[in-house]
C-alpha cells in the first residue's frame, strides 16, 4: 500500500491540519542525526518490517553512496551517525563504513537484528562493534521465546538471546561507552506500553531469565506502511488502528519528532525526512539526492507528511529514540 492509498483510504484528518504550531513542521536549523539505509537486504523477514527488508532483495548502498554520506556528515558537522537497514552488517561496505563513521562522528548507532551476531560468517562484528564503540540498538519484540518469535520468525529469539549474552560478554550494557538499547514493537494492531513501565519489566525479566543486561528500551508504535499495512488491511484492522493514532494524537510529541532533527540517506542516495518516510518514497523537499546536498546548501525545510505520521505521534510518542513526550 502506498501513502496515497493509506490517505485516501482513512477518513480521518491530514497529519499537518492536526498541528497547531506550523513551524513544528520544519526542520530545525542544524540537524544532528544523519540515518543512513545501507540496503534492504535482511536475513530475517518480520511481519512488522516498514521498509519489507528480506533475503529476497537485492538493494545495496554502493561505496560512492556511503562516502557520499560521511562527506555530507563532515560538511554539515552532524553529530550522529545512525546506520540502519536491512541488515547492515550484510552491506559489503559496512565495516569500513563503521571504522570511517567513528573518526568523524560523536556516536555510531547500528541498528542490527541481534541473529546476524550469531550466524558464521558475521561471528566477528560483536568484537568490532566494541573495538569501534558503536552504539547497539537491537530489537527484541519481547522478552519471552512465544511473543517474539511470532513477529519476527521460529528461532529468533533464542540467537537473539545468544547475541545479547555474547555482548554482555564483551562489556556491552556495562561500560557508559559501550550503549546497549532494545527496541520493542506492539506484535499487533494496539499502541505500545508506557516505556518506563515496560523497561523496568524487560529488565527484571530478561536478567532473572538470562542474567542479561542492557541501557536502555525504546518502544516504538508499528508505523501503518510496508508489511504492517498488508497485515492491517489484510485482518480488516486498518481503519480501526488508523482511528486509534488519531484519536491519541499528542500535540506534546510534535516539537520533538525525530524528522526535525535527521536526514533520512535510502541506498540509492536519495534523502527523505525519516527512516518511514523513505519507506513510502516521500522525499524530502528541494533536494534529490546525497551528492547534491554535498555539492549545496542545507537549509530549513517542510517536513513531508502524512497520514501515517499519526504513529510518531499517538500517545507518549515514538521515534527511533523511543517516547518522545
Known amino acids: 500500500m502506498n501513502i496515497e492509498e493509506l490517505n485516501s483510504k482513512v477518513n ?102 541481534l541473529v546476524i551476531l550469531t550466524t558464521k560468517k558475521y561471528a566477528h562484528i560483536a568484537e568490532f562493534y566494541k573495538n569501534n564503540k558503536v552504539a547497539v540498538v537491537s530489537s527484541l519484540p519481547f522478552y519471552t521465546k512465544k511473543n517474539a518469535d511470532i513477529q519476527r520468525g521460529e528461532g529468533v529469539f533464542d540467537k537473539s538471546i545468544e547475541a545479547l549474552q555474547m555482548l554482555n560478554k564483551l562489556g556491552y550494557g556495562k561500560s557508559p561507552d559501550l550503549n546497549l538499547d532494545l527496541v520493542f514493537n506492539p506484535a499487533g494492531a494496539y499502541l505500545p506500553p508506557d516505556q518506563d513501565s515496560m523497561t523496568k519489566l524487560y529488565k527484571e525479566r530478561l536478567y532473572s531469565d538470562y542474567q542479561i543486561v542492557f541501557d536502555n528500551l525504546y518502544t516504538i508504535t508499528n508505523n501503518p506502511i510496508g508489511r504492517f499495512a498488508d497485515f492491517l488491511e489484510e485482518s480488516g484492522n486498518l481503519e480501526d488502528y488508523m482511528n486509534t493514532l488519531y484519536y491519541s494524537f499528542n500535540p506534546a510529541t510534535v516539537e520533538n519528532m525525530m524528522c526535525r532533527n535527521q536526514i533520512s540517506v535510502a541506498w540509492d542516495g536519495s534523502l527523505y525526512d525519516c527512516d518511514f518516510n523513505q519507506a513510502v518514497d516521500m522525499k524530502i523537499e528541494g533536494i534529490n539526492d546525497i551528492f547534491e546536498l554535498r555539492d549545496n546548501s542545507l537549509d530549513i525545510r517542510r517536513i513531508k507528511t502524512g497520514k501515517h505520521c499519526y504513529a510518531c505521534t499517538a500517545g507518549a510518542g515514538s521515534s527511533c529514540g523511543g517516547a518522545t513526550e
Not at 561505496?63 to 552532524?78: G, I, M, P, S, T
Open 12 to 113: 480521518i484528518a491530514m497529519f499537518e491540519d492536526s498541528v497547531e504550531e506550523k513551524d513544528f513542521l520544519k526542520t530545525l536549523e542544524n540537524p544532528f542525526t544523519l540515518q543512513v539505509n545501507v540496503g534492504k537486504i535482511c536475513n530475517l523477514r518480520c511481519k512488522h518490517c516498514h521498509v519489507e527488508a528480506g533475503p529476497d532483495r537485492k538493494e545495496e548502498m554502493s561505496k560512492e553512496v556511503l562516502q557520499a554520506c560521511l562527506d555530507v556528515f563532515k560538511k554539515y558537522n552532524f553529530k550522529i551517525m545512525d546506520i540502519t537497514g536491512g541488515a547492515p552488517e550484510m552491506n559489503p561496505h559496512f565495516e569500513w563504513f563503521v571504522e570511517e563513521s567513528s573518526k568523524i562522528a560523536d556516536k555510531v548507532i547500528v541498528r542490527t537484528n
